[in-house]
């Protein structure tokens, strides 16, 4: 086996390309990627379509960053925050589209892709206003003879999963603890996934911790070693999410927070920009 190690900005530079599907693990502000968001802003990588089952600061940051042109996603905002600003801005001025999803018409298009199927049938968004905004699903009836009417979900074939794990060994073997969501999901049917973990453990490590490997090897392109990488969400048991720096983030200017803590940064740079040892200290579990 081949060792996937890599740095981010070659990870990034590598695998997600201008115009990709790109699927964004986590959920809201726990476990999300947002090392990687950083670098595909300082990359200034174009055109990409986003699809997360809740987003948030990732979602937000992009499309600040001027890198996203479609949201896949069943709900996007900052929380007990409020909104997020530069995605509302983009959907009002139409400069981003939006195709609207829920947690499980994403579920279902990934298991599609899973299974290799053009669709799959979901039942519980029938009589609601999802055909008035969506023209590629359609109801239709139950060839068996049931009487019973469905949606056709259509399959989401992502071009690239980028998640955060705790644990991952060199070759592509990755663990997550506490909820995983759709991550698992994203990293077997993408083409090429990217790993951020928190350390790098052997692989007999993790074939001993709890849930072994969610995520494995063989859709795995590069794994990339980034502890506090998912900063200012949280990645459970080791750290909680930062409410500090998120509503640092609201209150900024975009251009100037990207200036100050994305471009011409290491991460160990944007660590220290956001408090250093103290921030780090403040969000340990």
Not at 50 to 69: A, N, P, W, Y
């Amino acid at each position: 086996m081949d060792s996937k190690l890599m740095s981010l900005e070659e990870a990034i530079s590598s695998y997600v390309q201008n115009g990709d599907l790109i699927g964004i693990g986590g959920l809201s502000f726990w476990r999300k990627p947002i090392c990687a968001c950083r670098e595909i802003i300082r990359q200034e990588k174009k055109d990409l379509s986003i699809c997360t089952f809740v987003g948030g600061i990732d979602v937000d940051m992009l499309v600040g960053g001027g890198c996203v042109s479609e949201i896949r996603a069943s709900f996007v905002g900052m929380e007990v925050f409020g909104m997020a600003p530069h995605y509302r801005k983009g959907v009002e001025s139409g400069e981003i589209r939006i195709s609207e999803e829920s947690e499980a018409s994403i579920a279902l298009g990934l298991k599609c892709s899973y299974l290799k199927v053009p669709f799959m049938p979901l039942k519980g968004i029938i009589g609601t206003d999802f055909p008035k905004v969506r023209d590629d699903i359609k109801q239709f009836e139950d060839p068996l003879g049931s009487g019973t009417q469905l949606m056709a979900m259509p399959k989401i074939d992502l071009d690239v999963a980028i998640v955060h794990v705790n644990d991952a060994d060199e070759f592509g073997n990755g663990n997550i603890e506490g909820a995983v969501w759709l991550d698992d999901d994203m990293a077997k049917t993408a083409k090429k996934t990217i790993i951020i973990s928190e350390k790098l453990v052997e692989t007999e490590d993790i074939i001993r911790l709890p849930r072994r490997a969610q995520i494995p090897m063989q859709t795995t392109a590069a794994v990339v070693k980034v502890p506090f990488g998912a900063h200012p969400t949280s990645c459970f048991p080791n750290y909680t999410f930062d409410p500090i720096h998120i509503q640092t983030y609201l209150k900024t200017d975009f251009e100037e927070y990207k200036r100050k803590y994305i471009l011409n940064k290491t991460h160990s740079q944007y660590l220290e920009e956001v408090g250093g040892v103290q921030t780090i200290l403040n969000v340990l579990l």
